[in-house]
């Protein structure tokens, strides 16, 4: 139940962009020439990720954008339509150039995985239609050894009537129509139904590109044996380099994961050739950590290696898989954005990164955990012009590689658990596919907010900012001058105070320690002797305050103890941290049945994806659109 105050707030309005598409067989309209920056932090949850020309998906009257002929609505080989897709240097140079909101935006309900969010040039792609057939393994156009692997890979989720689950063969889909995806459900739940969709999309790739080599390199075998009197064919199927996948995962636990789906998918047999496994199992694997005190989604991310500084190159086919390859040698390569940073950095060198034609960001919510600078780094670097031709023949070369358009013809799949304006910013800035791209954005039903099993009063305050540059400045004024007097004039001991951006943590323990508050600190820079001391202090009172980080919970998940009042500076990216840390009052509130603890949180309507976690969508959109500055709820059994 939701108690709103009686102070009102301004009501913020939001300029809508329109624009229109070209019918069929128009020539591509050059861009607008007034750059539109898309401003992913002012997305509301029942808002779309822009304000895109929208149409209807079930229109029988819609002209079509395509021919019913292309890739994205056909089931068969739609790795040759896709790359072999040829645009002039003028069409090519306008979709690059093209905005985010610019594409044609279309919403549709799919079975398995909810609202599907699709974004489309006007005059080159379109929506895929749901489709509610029965998915198989010889509909979706496996190649072998797929074909007689995937039952036992898949075995959890196969049954009597189909070889997929609703959500696989509506993902699997969608990743065969080489449309980038941004799939925010990659929790520790689904990711065992996902992982082995998307290492089967990675396997049909690299295998449907090896075969075509071969089956072209018999043809010209052939036309050079009959003699001079054939012309010879030309055949483009190659890119500037090999590799053609790049897998990019945070932690060596994470990469083994993938390696060993992708290995399952392989094995056909004993007789399947793994190269170096041995020497992969004992550097990417390791014994299980203690780690039963802790939550789930915390033991199935960290159980094993949680090194995040490694590199590997594989060499794939339909016999057999070669790990520790060169990464000019490899078909597919997998590392942690640290680790790739540093050895491009070291060698200086990046032309392998030239033709990858799949971008796979793994778990890409825990790069915002790590140092997301080394992410975009990476991301810079791909399909960029080699500097050297790497004994290539040019004459096999996919023309768009040779003119520098390879990124158009390059898939990015972005799988996270969350859905934040960072990766938003990955699907509209970085996520080039000219087939377009489909956004995963389904309602938060309930929020993380039931899950919260004390007696507490939560006591939402929105901070009004116009500006979503302004609202770090506009957050700390308001803790300050609004939120710290109140604690100041009646002292609450074991106060948490929670705040995600490290930069805010740094303000803020400047400002205590100019105030001379007394408070301890717990963040990621703290070293364990450090740790221990200031959770002590805090428990013991000695000091009031207690500075805490999400970055600190995310890798620590410390059950912190005394713990009678806390202030969310900002909302956690992860909802669950929300109820983990509330939940932290209940032992404090058996040992003392008077105490009254609180829970104070701050709040304002760029952060709206991080609100529908805790408080769920309906709640969320009621809180941003009503001019009420103070918002309260009650949990447990009052």
């Known amino acids: 139940m939701v108690n709103t105050g009686t102070k009102k707030r301004k009501s913020t309005k939001q300029k809508t962009l329109n624009g229109g598409g070209c019918p069929e067989g128009e020539k591509i309209k050059r861009p607008r020439t007034k750059d539109v920056s898309i401003e992913v932090e002012n997305?509301?949850?029942?808002?779309?990720?822009?304000?895109?020309?929208?149409?209807?998906?079930?229109?029988?009257?819609?002209?079509?954008?395509?021919?019913?002929?292309?890739?994205?609505?056909?089931?068969?080989?739609?790795?040759?339509?896709?790359?072999?897709?040829?645009?002039?240097?003028?069409?090519?140079?306008?979709?690059?150039?093209?905005?985010?909101?610019?594409?044609?935006?279309?919403?549709?309900?799919?079975?398995?995985?909810?609202?599907?969010?699709?974004?489309?040039?006007?005059?080159?792609?379109?929506?895929?239609?749901?489709?509610?057939?029965?998915?198989?393994?010889?509909?979706?156009?496996m190649v072998t050894p797929l074909t007689s692997t995937w039952a036992k890979v898949n075995s959890e989720f196969v049954s009597c009537d189909s070889e997929f689950s609703a959500t696989q063969g509506q993902l699997y889909k969608l990743l065969n129509s080489y449309k980038d995806v941004l799939y925010p459900n990659y929790t520790y739940r689904q990711r065992s139904e996902v992982l082995p969709v998307i290492c089967a999309h990675v396997v049909n790739h690299v295998i449907r590109s090896r075969a075509l080599v071969k089956v072209h390199n018999r043809s010209l075998e052939e036309a050079a044996g009959v003699g001079s009197t054939v012309e010879t064919p030309e055949y483009r199927d190659q890119g500037l380099t090999r590799p053609k996948v790049l897998i990019l995962s945070p932690l060596r636990g994470t990469a083994l994961r993938i390696v060993n789906t992708l290995t399952s998918l392989l094995e056909t047999s004993s007789k399947t050739d793994i190269g170096n496994k041995h020497r992969f199992l004992s550097e990417f694997g390791s014994e299980p950590?203690?780690?039963?005190?802790?939550?789930?989604?915390?033991?199935?991310?960290?159980?094993?290696?949680?090194?995040?500084?490694?590199?590997?190159?594989?060499?794939?086919?339909?016999?057999?898989?070669?790990?520790?390859?060169?990464?000019?040698?490899?078909?597919?390569?997998?590392?942690?954005?640290?680790g790739l940073r540093r050895n491009i950095e070291k060698s200086l060198e990046q032309d392998f990164l030239s033709s990858i034609e799949v971008l796979l960001l793994d778990h890409a919510d825990v790069f915002l955990m790590q140092n997301w600078d080394h992410l975009l780094f990476v991301l810079r670097c791909l399909n960029e012009q080699p500097r050297e031709p790497h004994g290539v023949d040019f004459s096999r070369v996919w023309s768009h590689c040779v003119a520098g358009w390879s990124r158009l013809f390059r898939q990015t799949v972005v799988l996270s658990s969350v859905i934040t304006p960072e990766l938003n910013n990955i699907v509209s800035k970085h996520s080039t596919s000219y087939n377009g791209k489909v956004v995963l954005n389904?309602?938060?039903?309930?929020?993380?907010?039931?899950?919260?099993?004390?007696?507490?009063?939560?006591?939402?305050?929105?901070?009004?900012?116009?500006?979503?540059?302004?609202l770090p400045d506009t957050r700390f004024e308001y803790f300050t001058q609004r939120i710290l007097p109140l604690l100041k004039d009646s002292p609450k001991s074991r106060t948490l105070v929670f705040i995600p951006s490290t930069f805010d943590f740094i303000r803020v323990r400047n400002h205590f320690r100019h105030e001379e508050l007394s408070f301890a600190v717990v963040n990621e820079y703290s070293d364990n002797k450090e740790m221990v001391e200031g959770r002590k202090d805090f428990y013991n009172e000695r000091k009031t305050y207690l500075l805490y980080t999400e970055r600190c919970h995310f890798f620590r998940r410390y059950q912190l103890k005394g713990v009678h009042h806390i202030i969310f500076y900002e909302l956690p990216m992860y909802p669950q941290f929300y109820a983990e840390l509330c939940n932290l009052i209940g032992p404090s509130v058996a040992r003392q049945p008077r105490l009254v603890p609180t829970v104070t949180v701050l709040y304002s309507r760029y952060e709206a994806h991080r609100l529908a976690g805790v408080v769920g969508t309906q709640r969320t959109t009621f809180m941003l659109t009503k001019e009420q500055e103070v918002s309260m709820f009650a949990t447990g059994e009052q």
């Open 43 to 141: 997305e509301c949850v029942d808002a779309e990720i822009d304000n895109n020309v929208e149409v209807s998906s079930g229109s029988d009257d819609e002209t079509p954008l395509v021919s019913d002929t292309h890739p994205a609505e056909s089931d068969g080989n739609n790795f040759l339509r896709f790359m072999q897709r040829e645009f002039s240097d003028e069409d090519a140079a306008i979709l690059s150039a093209r905005n985010h909101r610019e594409l044609v935006k279309t919403t549709a309900e799919w079975h398995g995985l909810g609202r599907c969010i699709h974004f489309d040039h006007p005059d080159i792609s379109r929506p895929i239609s749901p489709d509610l057939s029965v998915a198989t393994v010889a509909g979706v156009s």
């Open 289 to 338: 950590a203690n780690s039963s005190n802790k939550p789930e989604d915390y033991q199935d991310l960290f159980a094993s290696n949680s090194d995040d500084d490694f590199r590997l190159g594989l060499v794939l086919s339909s016999r057999s898989l070669r790990l520790y390859s060169q990464f000019y040698d490899s078909d597919v390569i997998i590392a942690s954005p640290l």
């Open 442 to 470: 389904n309602p938060v039903v309930t929020g993380t907010m039931l899950q919260v099993l004390v007696n507490l009063s939560h006591v939402f305050n929105y901070i009004e900012c116009a500006d979503h540059t302004e």
